[in-house]
């Protein structure tokens, strides 16, 4: 990770670690990688994203370039416009899962791809030193039109008649509230909607992905076909059958790749997942005959392999699914438009039938996360355990000031007795941290 960027751009509390400097100085910084690009420019509903989106729209400006301004779109949608604008960048404004206080930016260059860690480090270099243009040369800022392309698209991609099939869509209080509404609704089916306000204060609190409790009941509530449920950005998809039952990413995966292969549209019989993604997983889809490549954490880093190996369908257990033939990046509402095509052939509860090994997930807030990892104490406990469990990973958020511990076995009590023990090592590491700062 670089000074600004971490594993999914630059992300931070508004006003203290992410504020109007920053987004000016990206927004100059990339007129610097490119002379006089065009920006599109999409945000999510949080309240300081007017703030960043106006600061990011000066910093391009000034610079000499272009921008066209999306408004609240998912963050899949500034990809697709980026593509169909033959803009130079994308900027997302948006902290995806993080609480409201927490906003960030996305960055996407000419094929709607996140921008590669050397383009990262290229910009960053320019974060202090600003470009500015003469004054007939500051470029203009537009508002975007005919965005309901984005939603025609992902119309387009349900091959089935949604008629008679009730779904429960949880929007977070996010992105997706602009978008998923009504293309469930174009596509026949009724929706039970949860999370629709615009309310910028109100982004993934008690509900979305994070928090899928209240759309598992509205869905038994309802007698809903299924649910499904997105995070700030609309990029993440959890999802729950008509018993209530949810099927995270790794499922999500399963389901899909096992369709594409059953119709001779997986190639290379190959799926991407990452360290994290189910073992239980690997073992379904092997079974079936597709090979499960993993990555590091992160949907950059599974898109960025399946563009190199020319993969279908990759994701994350959080709920990132990236359809190659349809998008470049992660898309929650394509994704459960994909879902619900099958489900209107077959209960979600038969379709996800894929057993997954117990996983027990910590996350531990640190002042120093590079101290903490590189503690001897620690590392001593993270191998020490790996050896009681099938997996163990320790990482460092790309995106919080926390340490994540995650532990698989074949029993949640094996599983969560090796995340403990490492949780206490990071925690006697940390209180050591403070003790001597």
């Known amino acids: 990770m670089g000074k600004y960027f971490g594993t999914d751009g630059i992300r931070g509390v508004a006003g203290e670690e992410l504020t109007a400097r920053t987004a000016f100085a990206l927004g100059n910084a990339l007129c610097r990688l490119k002379s006089k690009p065009l920006v599109v420019v999409g945000q999510d509903t949080r309240t300081s994203s007017d703030m960043l989106g106006l600061a990011l729209a000066a910093g391009v400006t000034a610079g000499g370039g272009g921008v066209l301004m999306c408004g609240v779109v998912p963050t899949a949608a500034v990809a697709f416009f980026v593509r169909r604008e033959g803009a130079a960048f994308g900027v997302m404004i948006s902290a995806s899962h993080n609480p409201p206080e927490f906003n960030g930016l996305k960055v996407f260059d000419a094929q709607g791809c996140k921008l590669g860690e050397r383009q990262e480090e290229r910009a960053e270099h320019w974060f202090d030193e600003y470009a500015f243009v003469s004054a007939m040369q500051i470029g203009k800022a537009k508002k975007m039109q005919k965005r309901g392309e984005y939603a025609d698209a992902l119309v387009g991609a349900c091959k089935a008649d949604l008629r008679g099939k009730k779904f429960v869509l949880d929007c977070a209080n ?228 926390v340490i994540r511990i995650f532990a698989e076995a074949e029993t949640l009590s094996a599983a969560k007795s090796a995340a403990e023990a490492v949780r206490r090592a990071v925690m006697r590491a940390e209180g050591k941290a403070c003790a001597g700062s």
Request: charged fraction near 30%.
């Open 174 to 401: 996010g992105a997706a509230g602009a978008y998923a509404p009504r293309i469930f609704r174009r596509l026949g089916a009724e929706v039970v909607l949860l999370g629709c306000s615009r309310d910028g204060k109100l982004v993934n609190e008690g509900c979305g992905a994070l928090h899928p409790e209240r759309m598992c009941r509205a869905v038994k509530q309802t007698g809903a076909d299924a649910g499904f449920c997105y995070d700030g950005d609309a990029d993440r998809l959890i999802a729950a059958d008509s018993r209530g039952k949810i099927a995270d990413g790794d499922t999500v995966l399963c389901i899909l790749a096992a369709e594409m292969k059953k119709r001779g549209r997986l190639p290379k019989d190959l799926a991407v997942g990452t360290s994290h993604t189910n073992t239980g997983a690997e073992r379904y889809l092997n079974a079936r005959g597709i090979e499960l490549a993993r990555t590091d954490i992160g949907d950059k880093y599974v898109a960025e392999y399946m563009r190199k190996s020319g993969a279908a369908v990759g994701g994350e257990q959080s709920g990132h699914i990236i359809l190659s033939e349809y998008s470049t990046t992660g898309d929650g509402i394509l994704t459960s438009v994909k879902l619900a095509e099958l489900i209107a052939q077959a209960p979600l509860s038969e379709l996800a039938e894929v057993k997954l090994l117990p996983q027990y997930n910590l996350s531990v807030r640190v002042a120093d996360k590079v101290r903490v990892l590189g503690n001897e104490e620690v590392r001593a406990a993270a191998a020490r355990e790996s050896e009681k469990v099938d997996r163990l990973v320790m990482r460092a958020s790309g995106t919080e000031p």
